[in-house]
C-alpha cells in the first residue's frame, strides 16, 4: 500500500499576472491590468491539482526562504499536499512573469531561482518518497540531470509521467522511463528533433519510436490522443468558455497521472484529465482555479 497517490517533483514559482489588450512587440510598450500574485509553478500546479481532486498528494521542490516561498508553502498545505519534501533556501523563490489577453491564451516568461538549484543529490536523499508514492510526475522546469535522477531511482511498480515544459531534447534513459510522455504540439516537435509531418497520430508513432512507453499528444480545442504500442485513440476535449489557460496543461496532467495510479486505461485518464482541464481553463489563475472532483462531475460542458 502506497502512502501517496501521486508525488510531483518540480517547480514552485510566485506567478505574476497582468491581463493585456495584446501582447506588445519588439520595442514597444503596451498597458495592462492590475498586477495579481498567484501561487505557481508547473510542480506546484501539478500537486495542488491533484490535492483538490482527491489524490493523496506530496511535492519535492526548492523554494526561497522568503514571502514566496512562504506563500507557495501555504497554497500546498491549504491545498492537502503533503510538503514534507519541500526544501527551503540556496536561492529566491521561481517567479513566472505572465501576460493574459482577452482570448485567455497566455505568454510566459520564467526565473528558476531556487527550482535550478534542486538537484540530484536532493532526489537521492528523498527515495523514501520514491518509494511511498505509486505514480510520480515531473516536468522541465528543474534540472533536467535532476529529472534524470527520478528515472534512474524510480521503485519497481512506480509508474513515471514526463511533461517536458519547457521543451528541449531528452536523453534515451528518461525516454524510456515515460509512461505516458505528455507533449503539445510545440513539445512533440522539440523532443522529435522537429521531425514532424502528418496527423497527430503520425506524431505519436514517431514519440513512441523515441523510447516511452506511452505518449499523450494534448491538442487544445480538438482534445488529445493517446498511443501506446497496442494503437492510438483520439479522446474529444470539453466546449466551455475559457477565461484563462494559465495552469491548464498542469491541471491535466495532474488528474491524467493520478487516475492512472488508481488503476485506470491511458484513454479513460486522458478523458477525465480532459475534463479537469477544461473546468481549470473557466476561471482565472492558475491553482486557484483548479477543480474539485465535484466541480469535475458537474461541468456543463460540451464534448466535440
Known amino acids: 500500500m502506497y502512502d501517496y497517490d501521486l508525488l510531483v517533483v518540480g517547480s514552485a514559482n510566485a506567478d505574476l499576472v497582468v491581463g ?52 507557495l508553502l501555504d497554497s ?26 482577452p482570448s485567455g491564451d ?22 523514501s518518497l520514491l518509494h511511498a508514492s505509486s505514480v510520480v510526475s515531473a516536468q522541465l522546469e528543474i534540472p533536467l540531470e535532476t529529472v534524470v535522477e527520478v528515472a534512474r531511482n524510480l521503485p519497481d511498480g512506480t509508474r513515471f509521467v514526463l511533461n517536458p515544459s519547457p521543451p528541449r531534447p531528452l536523453p534515451d534513459e528518461l525516454l524510456a522511463a515515460c509512461d ?7 513539445e512533440a516537435r522539440v523532443i522529435a528533433g522537429g521531425d514532424l509531418t502528418g496527423s497527430p497520430e503520425d506524431w505519436a508513432r514517431a514519440l513512441l519510436a523515441l523510447g516511452p512507453r506511452s505518449v499523450v499528444v494534448t491538442l487544445g480545442a480538438e482534445g488529445a490522443l493517446v498511443a501506446s504500442a497496442e494503437g492510438s485513440v483520439r479522446v474529444p476535449s470539453v466546449k466551455v468558455e475559457a477565461v484563462d489557460t494559465t495552469g491548464a496543461g498542469d491541471a491535466f496532467t495532474a488528474a491524467l497521472a493520478w487516475k492512472l495510479g ?11 484529465a480532459a475534463r479537469v482541464g477544461a473546468a481549470a481553463v473557466t476561471k482565472a489563475g492558475a491553482q486557484v482555479s483548479f477543480p474539485t472532483a465535484e466541480e469535475v462531475a458537474s461541468l456543463r460542458g460540451e464534448s466535440r
Open 20 to 71: 493585456v489588450e495584446r501582447r506588445p512587440g519588439a520595442g514597444e510598450t503596451v498597458l495592462g491590468s492590475d498586477l495579481a500574485l498567484h501561487p505557481g509553478g508547473k510542480g506546484a500546479n501539478q500537486a495542488v491539482a491533484a490535492a483538490r481532486l482527491g489524490a493523496r498528494t506530496a511535492l519535492l521542490a526548492r523554494v526561497g526562504d522568503d514571502a514566496h516561498g512562504r506563500l
Open 76 to 101: 500546498q498545505r491549504d491545498a492537502g499536499v503533503d510538503t514534507v519534501g519541500v526544501l527551503v533556501g540556496g536561492a529566491p523563490t521561481g517567479v513566472a512573469l505572465i501576460t493574459v489577453d
Open 106 to 127: 497566455n505568454s510566459i516568461v520564467v526565473s528558476p531561482g531556487a527550482n535550478g538549484r534542486l538537484a540530484p543529490e536532493d532526489i537521492r536523499s528523498a527515495l
Open 180 to 186: 505516458p510522455l505528455i507533449v503539445n504540439e510545440h
Open 262 to 272: 488508481t488503476g485506470a486505461e491511458l484513454a479513460e485518464a486522458a478523458a477525465y
